[in-house]
């Protein structure tokens, strides 16, 4: 079975540009959650979406959004990109509610 | 405020003899624990998992012990290889009212297997 796949892996943007980055769980896991980490803040949870619906948020500012399609494909979104946004983005699928499996993540730098 | 806590940002352990991963909670709302094991430029990887309702786990190699009483959980790998050497983050689940659940991290430890 495929892993959970993360596009891009790295990516580099400019302060003020907004990003949009991408997750495709594993076949059959309907939960798709996002972390951020940092140095400073270590692994910290941004959302989770089941079925199409955004089901927990993590204590990010608006401009991190997310959203889930029906083939459980997930994609975030920043706006309005800061310097301290540079991170690793991690997605997480799972098939219960005790175990998530985590894509290579995406590695964003803000400039 | 962190929640989860690993206190040893690093641990150095023979290869062969035991390494004993800690950490230490706060919110008593937590149900499941789980112990990942990161390598640079990867994601986490699943490793174990224990219930709050249970005191012990075991996986092969790796048991994870839980205290509930003080808010401590570790994970022994016996024997530590090489290979182990990576960072190990312990994370605590709680579910939601909508039936969602999130994992917080403690900020892991580096751990090196010395050959």
Not at chain 2, 41 to 65: H, M, Q
Request: charged letters at 15%; a positive charge.
């Amino acid at each position: 079975k495929a892993g959970v796949t993360q596009t891009p892996r790295y990516l580099i943007k400019t302060r003020g540009q907004q990003v949009t980055l991408s997750c495709s769980p594993i076949s059959g896991h309907r939960s798709v959650s996002w972390y951020q980490q940092t140095p400073g803040q270590g692994l910290q949870f941004l959302f989770e979406y089941f079925s199409e619906t955004q089901r927990n948020k993590g204590n990010f500012p608006g401009r991190f959004s997310g959203r889930q399609f029906s083939n459980s494909r997930s994609e975030m979104n920043v706006s309005t990109l800061e310097l301290g946004d540079s991170a690793l983005y991690l997605c997480a699928s799972s098939p219960t509610v005790e175990t998530q499996y985590f894509g290579p993540g995406t590695r964003l730098l803000v400039l | 405020d962190q929640q989860v806590k690993q206190n040893s940002p690093s641990l150095s352990v023979q290869e062969g003899r035991i390494s004993i991963l800690n950490c230490d909670y706060t919110n008593s709302m937590f149900d499941y624990f789980l112990w990942y094991k990161k390598y640079p430029a990867e994601g986490p990887t699943f490793l174990i998992s224990i219930s709050s309702i249970k005191d012990k786990n075991e996986d092969g190699r790796f048991t994870v012990f839980l205290n509930k009483s003080a808010k401590h959980l570790s994970l022994h790998i016996v024997p530590s290889q090489p290979g182990d050497s990576a960072v190990y983050f312990c994370a605590a689940s709680v579910i939601t009212g909508a039936g969602s659940y999130q994992l917080t991290f403690g900020k892991g430890t580096k751990l090196s297997v010395i050959p």
